[in-house]
């Protein structure tokens, strides 16, 4: 078992009750981006808010390489993963999440994936070849974005917006605020003392940017919220991917799209290693409803914000918070 940094009893983490075991939800959407009809899924798709992406074209042994890595780092001493932190946001991180007082059964690492402004704490991640785990990186960050910007050049399509890049071009542009993480949760044996208790390895949250990419292990432990309050376990599948609606899509859709609460639990045998890439706009940008999306007479739900100002709101905020209600015009009547 890895051993958390600033060790502490279960008590000092998020305890929830379990619920009766329901199985695994089997209501999550696919999407195959070969499909001739894609276009029209993905848009019923980001409707429901999540979705699972097959046939993406971000080779399996991208994937293999950077898990491998991301394991050996973890798996390092924890004395060695403490020189790569604490984050700044960047670098190596465990327990904390954010500095407003969340905890997790987890530890991280966080890089932004514009390699000039990598933090210099991303190069001690790996003390003996940094190279190696960073050009691991570069390859799956690349593949990934280039998917999620297929994904959004679809949508347009759906949506018949025009021009087609008017969302990706968010993410290719070379000040895209866009981050990628590592997570790992290790096993937690104690688990079973913990009579009918789960552990809580990231709490509930929407992710604020415009999607987020995912791709974990074979082992469980993401929920999702569903509409009427119900928390459901979404089935592992370690060769696809699973994209999240962010809070800033779902303002430029003025409410269509709809970011959807979800969360992760640790496991008491496996452990669970995930890899998220965040699109994120650049810090400038203006996010709002795209006009061509507003019926006649229809006005915008949202207060108009630049991402920055979304950005540090959200850094001062909870995990659990309604971060994106503070900008609701009607919050600010």
Not at 19 to 33: A, Q
Not at 97 to 113: F, K, M, S
Not at 254 to 274: E, W, Y
Not at 293 to 313: D, V
Request: net charge negative.
């Amino acid at each position: 078992m890895v051993v958390l940094s600033q060790p502490a009893a279960l008590d000092d983490y998020s305890l929830i009750q379990a619920r009766k075991p329901t199985g695994l939800f089997t209501g999550i959407p696919v999407v195959d981006l070969s499909d001739p009809d894609a276009k029209n899924l993905i848009v019923k798709a980001c409707e429901f808010g999540i979705f699972k992406v097959v046939n993406h074209g971000v080779p399996v042994e991208f994937m293999n390489k950077l898990e491998a890595e991301a394991l050996r780092f973890f798996n390092l001493p924890q004395s060695e993963k403490d020189r790569a932190g604490p984050p700044d946001p960047f670098g190596y991180g465990s327990k904390r999440i954010g500095p407003n007082g969340d905890v997790g059964w987890i530890e991280y690492v966080l890089l932004n994936t514009n390699p000039e402004v990598i933090s210099h704490k991303s190069f001690s991640i790996f003390q003996e070849n940094p190279e190696m785990f960073l050009s691991a990186v570069d390859r799956y960050v690349s593949a990934v974005k280039k998917m999620a910007c297929e994904v959004l050049e679809l949508v347009a399509d759906g949506l018949e917006i025009k021009p087609r890049n008017v969302l990706s071009r968010l993410l290719r542009d070379e000040k895209s605020d866009s981050c990628f993480r590592l997570n790992h949760y290790p096993p937690c044996p104690e688990l079973q003392a913990l009579s009918g208790r789960n552990l809580v390895g990231f709490g509930e949250h929407t992710d604020p940017q415009i999607i987020s990419v995912l791709r974990s292990n074979n082992t469980s432990g993401l929920q999702i919220c569903l509409r009427d309050g119900t928390w459901v376990t979404v089935p592992p599948d370690q060769f696809s991917f699973f994209i999240n609606v962010g809070d800033s899509f779902q303002v430029m859709t003025n409410g269509r799209f709809k970011s959807v609460k979800h969360r992760v639990m640790a496991d008491h045998t496996k452990s669970r290693i995930s890899m998220i890439y965040f699109g994120g706009p650049p810090l400038s940008e203006k996010i709002a409803p795209l006009p061509s999306l507003l019926a006649e007479g229809e006005e915008s739900i949202y207060n108009e914000f630049s991402w920055w100002e979304y950005k540090r709101s959200a850094y001062k905020s909870r995990l659990g918070d309604d971060r994106l209600g503070l900008f609701e015009k009607s919050a600010s009547q």
